[in-house]
């Protein structure tokens, strides 16, 4: 009987992270439209930390394969601010929605503003001015993703969360395990 949940909740975590890949892949024509964020919180609310993170750095790591834009300067920020946006959203898993809503929106500028340091060594911004006007430009499109990203959480949030709580029940997974850093 163990075997059999260990297969189904292994099964089941491969296709969120089908999920992820595969959705990120469909809509990188589209800039800034994406349900990246909104599904990683909505795992959050699902998987241990021991589940959640290899997860998201696997995410990580094929995203960057597939779509070939590995990068020594790039890749490290993904592999920090993906797992860190993540584990807090793991963090807040017990807070009302509206609290998951704000911390989303929140996500969408850290995001853009994480990869700061690698804009100021390939874009040679080295001077405040040049700093002050890549954030302006940028700002631009971190509105986008924040605006997308509510769009998103208004959309899909309830309803995700409702097919993980029928998914995981399937699988036989214990919903909201506490863990020690769950707030």
Sequence with gaps: MKARQNIRSITLQAMLLAVLVVQEYILSGIPQVQL???????YAQFLP???????????????????G????????????????YAALARAILKKPDYIHLIYAIGF????GWSFLPASIIIQHLNTWA???????????FELMLAFNTIITFLLFYQPLMKLLTFLFKRTGSDLYKN????L
């Design 108 to 111: 969408s500028f850290i995001y």
């Design 130 to 140: 040049k700093i002050w006007t890549y954030l302006k430009l940028d700002f631009v």
């Design 69 to 84: 834009s590995i990068s020594l300067l790039y890749t490290p920020t993904m592999l920090i601010i993906w797992p860190l």
């Design 179 to 182: 863990d020690e850093m769950s």
């Design 49 to 67: 930390y021991k589940k959640l993170i290899p997860l998201i750095m696997a995410y990580v790591l094929l995203d960057n394969l597939l779509m």
């Design 36 to 42: 990246t964020i909104i599904l990683i919180l909505v």
